[in-house]
């Protein structure tokens, strides 16, 4: 090759990294995925109470005594009482409860429960999941938790098959549960208004539905197994509100912030495993009007005006995690 030829070839390949550069800037997430470099694929070294060590750092030592889902017997013989109302607590909605737990179940599985060392990773709903090829690496983890209706039908690639528990509300359980999950995953749900606990019961019970009381129409017809439903304890929610982001836990009517469920998700994870990482997690840059939130569907940060979360914070939040080690992260962040 003439050296002419080598400075064209040169020159064009500067112009090329100038264009990824400023097209990654402007667009964040498109081409950063071309700098990324997937972690490998051989298992962390698991250490049993490591998770569980750092929550106590994070939480403090209450979590301890906490059960992980609701029991039919803290409310059907003791009446537990609660200080705070949902979504922190369980005060004012104990009847509807006590009758969805009645017909659903809070046993932590076998499967999860013989493990020496609990490998875990929460999956967020993040764009940045979008050609990952993560799919591999999470389908290797002991449990795999992902959130609300975030698909894995046509998207096994690059975030995996495998689900043993999803979180979910009335609202986010647009999902077929036959074919996004597998046959024993534990369906988690995060209530939020006594409502949810009323949806459900109408739901697994077959009774008659009801339309209102929702910000968006629940599934009226929504095929699972009562045993595999469970009622995440608000003990979770209280905490990760309180200790993450340091939100009022009785706020005015109006104001209502409250955590994500996926940092909800996180904060479970600590509490029940013994090593947390992380995916999938990460929004845009709120000056970023045009970039897409999920890995799954085209929206941004728009549809979540309104919604209660303040996601800077949760950022901090997540970024002080990965800094003292609690979890660790298989995306960027
Ligand atoms: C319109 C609206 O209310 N959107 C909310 C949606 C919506 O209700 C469901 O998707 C419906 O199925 O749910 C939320 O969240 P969502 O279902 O979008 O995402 C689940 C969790 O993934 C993390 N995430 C997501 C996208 C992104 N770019 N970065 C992230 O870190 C977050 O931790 C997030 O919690 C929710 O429940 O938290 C929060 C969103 O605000
Ligand atoms: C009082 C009320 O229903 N508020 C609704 C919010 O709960 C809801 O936020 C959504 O509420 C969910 C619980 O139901 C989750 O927390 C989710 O992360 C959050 O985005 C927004 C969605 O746009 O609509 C309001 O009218």
């Known amino acids: 090759m003439t050296s002419k030829s080598h400075w064209k070839l040169l020159a064009l390949a500067l112009i090329l990294v ?3 550069v400023w097209y990654s800037i402007s667009r964040e997430d498109k081409y950063i995925e071309f700098f990324y470099f997937p972690i490998s694929e051989k298992k962390e070294p698991c250490f049993q109470g490591e998770a569980e060590r750092q929550a106590s750092k994070i939480f403090g030592n209450r979590s301890r005594e906490q059960p992980i889902f609701l029991q039919l017997k803290d409310y059907f013989w003791v009446k537990t009482p609660s200080t705070y109302e ?3 607590g369980t005060k004012g909605s104990e009847d509807l409860l006590l009758r969805v737990l009645a017909i659903t179940s809070y046993s932590i599985p076998e499967s ?3 493990l020496e060392c609990r490998r875990c990773v929460v999956v967020g709903n993040g764009h940045r999941l979008r050609n990952s090829s ?3 690496v999470i389908n290797k983890y002991d449990v795999v938790i992902r959130l609300n209706n975030a698909p894995v039908a046509g998207y096994e690639g690059d975030v995996g098959s495998k689900t043993t528990i999803r979180l979910f509300y009335p609202e986010s359980a ?3 549960p036959k074919i996004e999950n597998n046959p024993d995953t534990l369906l988690v749900l995060v209530a939020f208004k006594a409502m949810d606990f009323h949806w459900i019961e109408t739901i697994l019970s077959d009774k008659k539905r009801v339309r209102k009381g929702f910000w968006k129409q629940p599934p009226l017809i929504w095929d699972v197994n009562p045993k595999q439903v469970r009622i995440l304890n608000p003990f979770f929610m209280e905490i990760a509100a309180d200790k993450l982001l340091s939100l009022p836990i009785q706020q005015p009517r109006k104001i209502k912030q409250k955590p994500t469920t996926g940092l909800l998700a996180i904060t479970l994870a600590l509490h029940l495993c013994d090593l947390v990482h992380i995916a999938g997690f990460g929004y845009p840059d709120a000056s970023n009007k045009k970039q897409t939130i999920h ?3 085209q929206i941004t940060l728009k549809s979540m005006a309104g ?3 303040n996601v800077s914070q949760e950022a901090i939040a997540i970024k002080r995690m990965l800094e003292m080690g609690a979890v660790k992260n298989l995306t960027y962040f």
């Open 18 to 20: 100038v264009v990824m």
């Open 86 to 88: 949902l979504p922190f």
């Open 134 to 136: 993560l799919g591999g």
């Open 112 to 114: 999860i429960k013989s």
């Open 174 to 176: 647009h999902f077929d």
């Open 295 to 297: 890995y799954y569907e």
């Open 307 to 309: 919604s209660g979360h």
